[in-house]
Every structure is written in structure tokens, then in C-alpha cells.
């Protein structure tokens, strides 16, 4: 049998990381500028889960992520929302081609919970053309939902198709294509802290096929 590899020591609470790799992990080399920081997502994520406790009152939210992009983004806000809140996932497919959208937008996995007459709030990565909220939102007012809103981590500016506007937003960004925090080129990235612009050669790189 083969020996287990080293483990290493799990963090203490409260321990603070070492300069050296806070760095190498906060800018990651493929990057070309970093767009908003773990930090600042950390932040806006206290004051969206406030923002959100607050219009909800004591009332319950069913959360719906948008997988797999919503999924780091919901996971760290849900945490932020004192309401009790049920939640359900669903896929959509993906109708994009390289970094720009070229179709229409459908539910490939589709709600598993109940909404109707339920406060319905669904959370997205970025919203880009709009196409795949407007989508959604429609599917949803069709089961008759109590309320429906909307929540992105990002907005991207000059870039809606059709007219949509989601009640909470995290951070406006230009136009340019963003990865990290759940975001994705080609399904990698997803896992960086922090979101960015890749280096324009890493866009098209072929052994990625
Ligand atoms: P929309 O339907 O054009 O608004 O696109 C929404 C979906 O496109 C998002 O949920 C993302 O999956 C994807 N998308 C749009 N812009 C970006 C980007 O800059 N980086 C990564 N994915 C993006
Ligand atoms: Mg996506």
C-alpha cells in the first residue's frame, strides 16, 4: 500500500496567514488585474446579507442558485442572511460561446422545491445580457411565487440585451470578461478568491480543448 503524503497542520482559528503566501494567493499569476478583491467581496457580502434580512423581515426565502457559477456567491451570502431560508439549485445551459453569449438560454436541472406562494429569491454570478434572468424570473411567476427578486454578485456595464435590472447587486464591472469567485473560463478559475481579468493569452489557450 502506498503511504499516505504529508498532511499538513490545519489552521488555528484566529491565525493570521503568513504575508508571503496571503500574496501569492490573492493575485493569481494568470491574472491581469484583479477586479474586486476577496476583501472587498467579503465586505459587500455583510452588507447585501443585511440588506436582504432587512427587506425580508422574519419572512422565509427560498434562495435559488444558479449552478455552477452562483455557487461559491451563494454560499458565503446565505450566511449572511439571518431569515430562515430554504434552497434549491438549479442548471442552466450553458448557450455561450468562448467568452461571448450566441443563443438562448434553458433550464437543463430545474426546481426541485415548491414555490409557490413562496419569497423567492434568486442569486446569480454576473448578470451580462440579462437573457438568463429573464428566462428565470419568467419559469418562476409561472408557479406562482409570493415574490420574486433577484440578487448578482456582479453587473456587467453596457452589456444588457434585453431590459432587466436585478434588485441587489454586488459590484458594477466593465465590460470585460470576468473569472474567479465562481466565475469560469472554460470551467477553470472558479476557485480563485478573488475576481479578474485573465492575461489575454490564457483566453484561447488550445490544450485546454
Ligand atoms: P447573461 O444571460 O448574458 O446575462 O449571462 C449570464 C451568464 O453568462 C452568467 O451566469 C455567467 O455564467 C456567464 N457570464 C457572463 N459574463 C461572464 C464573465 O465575464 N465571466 C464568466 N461568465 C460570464
Ligand atoms: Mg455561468
Known sequence: MQP????????????????????AFHSHADLETVLVSEIAIKRRLKKLGAEISALYGKDEITAIAIINGAILFAADLLREITNPVRLDCIRISSYRNETRSVGRPQILHSFTLDLTNRHVLL???????????????????????????TCVLLEKQGRREVDFEADFVGFKIPDKFAVGYGLDFAERYRNLPCIGVLKSHLQNPPEWA
Do not use: H, Y
Open 123 to 149: 442569486i446569480d454570478d454576473i448578470l451580462d445580457t440579462g437573457k438568463t434572468l429573464v428566462m428565470v424570473v419568467q419559469s418562476i411567476k409561472k408557479l406562482g411565487p409570493a415574490s420574486v427578486r
Open 4 to 23: 499516505l503524503p504529508q498532511r499538513t497542520s490545519p489552521f488555528l482559528v484566529g491565525e493570521p496567514l503568513p504575508m508571503s503566501k496571503a500574496s
